[in-house]
Nanobody, 117 residues
Framework: QVQLVESGGGLVQAGGSLRLSCAAS????????MDWYRQAPGKQRELVAR???????NYADSVKGRVTITRDNAKNTVYLQMNSLKPEDTAVYYC???????????WGQGTQVTVSS
């Protein structure tokens, strides 16, 4: 079955960096777009970044220029490099995939990112 396992979260000071990883299994990783979402307390889950199978990327306006999404198809892993972190980046970060068009959403368990001011 589809599994997504995130890692790399933690506590960092404002201006610092973190790299999140999401190890995927149970589907043909290289053929699917992968997403990173985040959810802050009391807020809706929002899309942070997407990378397609063709390596095109999209970013939320709030993270453009500070965040880079990449993928390693040989390792079935998608990464989120976050630089110049701000307190408003504090959230649980989730990896997401929809393997079949209009099919179910699959989510990882999430990894907490906390940015102190």
């Amino acid at each position: 079955q589809v599994q997504l396992v995130e890692s790399g979260g933690g506590l960092v000071q404002a201006g610092g960096s973190l790299r999140l990883s999401c190890a995927a299994s149970g589907f043909i990783f290289s053929m699917n777009a992968m997403d990173w979402y985040r959810q802050a307390p009391g807020k809706q889950r929002e899309l942070v970044a997407r990378i397609t199978a063709g390596i095109s990327t999209n970013y939320a306006d709030s993270v453009k220029g500070r965040v880079t999404i990449t993928r390693d198809n040989a390792k079935n892993t998608v990464y989120l490099q976050m630089n110049s972190l701000k307190p408003e980046d504090t959230a649980v970060y989730y990896c997401h995939v929809r393997v079949v068009p209009f099919g179910p959403d699959y989510w990882g368990q999430g990894t907490q990112v906390t940015v102190s001011s």
